[in-house]
Structures are given as structure tokens and as C-alpha cells.
């Protein structure tokens, strides 16, 4: 149960992170569903919600937490890469049971992650798998850079047996969604594509309309810092004046 209970805090994490960061990144999402099906329905919008809570919880189960004091954390561990493609065999001679469900974890983790790509986006599995892999590689590559840098040293270990065991979900989530679709095939077919009407239009201008808030808002925050900045240093208004002459 202890193994169980380290995920209590970053499932709480995503959860809390959901509602905002969803709102964000949920429209572009929506924007290509929509665009591709010529329609947006609830089941379409359930999707694209879920995908990006478990986008946000894998983040979190994935880097989250990092150690409270950093400086004394990186001065007593220095964590190496593991490139030992047969570790795991030692590990569950060593390690017995937890060792195991570390692996079974490793590859649910990235079973959804699979079933997405092919019944939401509905990549080929050509694609699909460099993508499982690729996805696999930044959160270990995050993982021993310290989330890029903002951790001072490697709090967690690159293991290229995660490689193999989280691409390996995404495959196995892939061949669920396979089967999902030959048990259940869908009753609405996706409507054909029509001269756009003005329902259409209403909501490709909103799903606009989102998109430039989504890209303008960080930038409107960063012109207001650097006004800030500027504003707030001796001289300031001598070198405005400079700017505006």
C-alpha cells in the first residue's frame, strides 16, 4: 500500500492544475477535432478534456514531487543514467514485488496514452509509435536535467527500461483502441462537408477568437513586466525619451 500511496500527491496535483490549464489547452484540441469532423459534439469535448488531464497527471506522476531541500538532496545523491537494457531482470531478483508493479505502472501510464492517439487523433500506428517513444524519452530526458534546469541536479533516474516499458504501453493502449473500434463501431457517421453556414462560422470565430487569447495572453504579460522593469530603473524615463525620439 505504501507503493501505492506516493501517488496520492501528484494524482491531487493534476486535479488541482485540470481545470485551468484544460481551459487552455483544450482549444486547439477542440479546433482540430472540429475541423476534421466538420462538427463538435459532447463526446468529442469529453475527449479532448480527458486527454488533457491525462497529459497534465502524467506530468505530475512523472516529475512530481521533487525533493524540499535541493541543495542538500544534490549533495548527497548523484544519480547516473541507467542504459542497462536487461536491468530490470536484477532489479526484480532485488526487489522483488515492487520492482514488478514498477513496471506494471510504467507501462499503464502510457497505455492512454496509446488509446488516444488512435481514437482520438487516429494516427497510424506508423506514427503513433515514435510518438509513444518520443513522449517516453522528454519525460525521462526531464527527468535527468532536472525538469530542464529548474531542479540544480537529476532528483530522478533516466532508465532506459522506462523507454521500453512506456513505449510498450502506448503500443498496447494502441491495440485496445484497434479493438475498441471493431467491438463498438460508431452508429453516427462523420457528416460530409458542406458549404460552411453561419452556425459554422459562429463557432470557427470563437474557436479563433480563443486561439488569439491563448497566444496573446502571454504576451501582453511579458510587454507588462518589461514595462514594469523599465519603468521601475533610475534613468527610465530618460531612455523612454530616447526610444520615442
Given at each position: 500500500?505504501?507503493?501505492?500511496?506516493?501517488?496520492?500527491?501528484?494524482?491531487?496535483?493534476?486535479?488541482?492544475?485540470?481545470?485551468?490549464?484544460?481551459?487552455?489547452?483544450?482549444?486547439?484540441?477542440?479546433?482540430?477535432?472540429?475541423?476534421?469532423?466538420?462538427?463538435?459534439?459532447?463526446?468529442?469535448?469529453?475527449?479532448?478534456?480527458?486527454?488533457?488531464?491525462?497529459?497534465?497527471?502524467?506530468l505530475c506522476f512523472t516529475l512530481y514531487p521533487m525533493p524540499d531541500d535541493?541543495?542538500?538532496?544534490?549533495?548527497?545523491?548523484?544519480?547516473?543514467?541507467?542504459?542497462?537494457?536487461?536491468?530490470?531482470?536484477?532489479?526484480?531478483?532485488?526487489?522483488?514485488?515492487?520492482?514488478?508493479?514498477?513496471?506494471?505502472?510504467?507501462?499503464?501510464?502510457?497505455?492512454?496514452?496509446?488509446?488516444?492517439?488512435?481514437?482520438?487523433?487516429?494516427?497510424?500506428?506508423?506514427?503513433?509509435?515514435?510518438?509513444?517513444?518520443?513522449?517516453?524519452?522528454?519525460?525521462?530526458?526531464?527527468?535527468?536535467?532536472?525538469?530542464?534546469?529548474?531542479?540544480?541536479?537529476?532528483?530522478?533516474?533516466?532508465?532506459?527500461?522506462?523507454?521500453?516499458?512506456?513505449?510498450?504501453?502506448?503500443?498496447?493502449?494502441?491495440?485496445?483502441?484497434?479493438?475498441?473500434?471493431?467491438?463498438?463501431?460508431?452508429?453516427?457517421?462523420?457528416?460530409?462537408?458542406?458549404?460552411?453556414?453561419?452556425?459554422?462560422?459562429?463557432?470557427?470565430?470563437?474557436?479563433?477568437?480563443?486561439?488569439?487569447?491563448?497566444?496573446?495572453?502571454?504576451?501582453?504579460?511579458?510587454?507588462?513586466?518589461?514595462?514594469?522593469?523599465?519603468?521601475?530603473?533610475?534613468?527610465?524615463?530618460?531612455?523612454?525619451?530616447?526610444?520615442?525620439?
Amino acid at each position: 500500500m505504501g507503493f501505492f500511496e506516493s501517488f496520492s500527491a501528484p494524482f491531487m496535483m493534476s486535479v488541482a492544475l485540470w481545470p485551468l490549464v484544460s481551459f487552455i489547452v483544450t482549444v486547439p484540441v477542440l479546433a482540430m477535432l472540429y475541423h476534421r469532423d466538420n462538427r463538435l459534439g459532447f463526446g468529442a469535448a469529453l475527449s479532448a478534456y480527458a486527454t488533457v488531464l491525462y497529459l497534465i497527471g502524467l506530468l505530475c506522476f512523472t516529475l512530481y514531487p521533487m525533493p524540499d531541500d535541493p541543495a542538500a538532496y544534490c549533495a548527497t545523491h548523484h544519480l547516473h543514467p541507467q542504459l542497462n537494457p536487461l536491468q530490470f531482470i536484477g532489479d526484480i531478483r532485488a526487489d522483488g514485488l515492487t520492482a514488478i508493479l514498477q513496471i506494471v505502472m510504467n507501462v499503464v501510464f502510457f497505455v492512454p496514452l496509446g488509446f488516444i492517439m488512435k481514437r482520438v487523433f487516429r494516427w497510424k500506428f506508423a506514427v503513433a509509435l515514435p510518438v509513444g517513444f518520443l513522449a517516453s524519452l522528454l519525460v525521462e530526458t526531464m527527468q535527468l536535467t532536472g525538469v530542464m534546469g529548474v531542479f540544480p541536479c537529476s532528483y530522478r533516474l533516466f532508465d532506459v527500461d522506462d523507454l521500453i516499458w512506456n513505449t510498450s504501453g502506448a503500443v498496447i493502449g494502441y491495440g485496445c483502441a484497434m479493438l475498441f473500434d471493431r467491438l463498438f463501431r460508431r452508429g453516427a457517421r462523420i457528416c460530409r462537408r458542406s458549404p460552411a453556414g453561419f452556425v459554422r462560422r459562429f463557432v470557427a470565430f470563437l474557436i479563433d477568437m480563443g486561439l488569439v487569447v491563448v497566444c496573446a495572453t502571454p504576451v501582453g504579460v511579458a510587454a507588462m513586466v518589461l514595462v514594469t522593469m523599465v519603468s521601475g530603473r533610475p534613468g527610465a524615463d530618460v531612455q523612454r525619451m530616447r526610444l520615442l525620439g
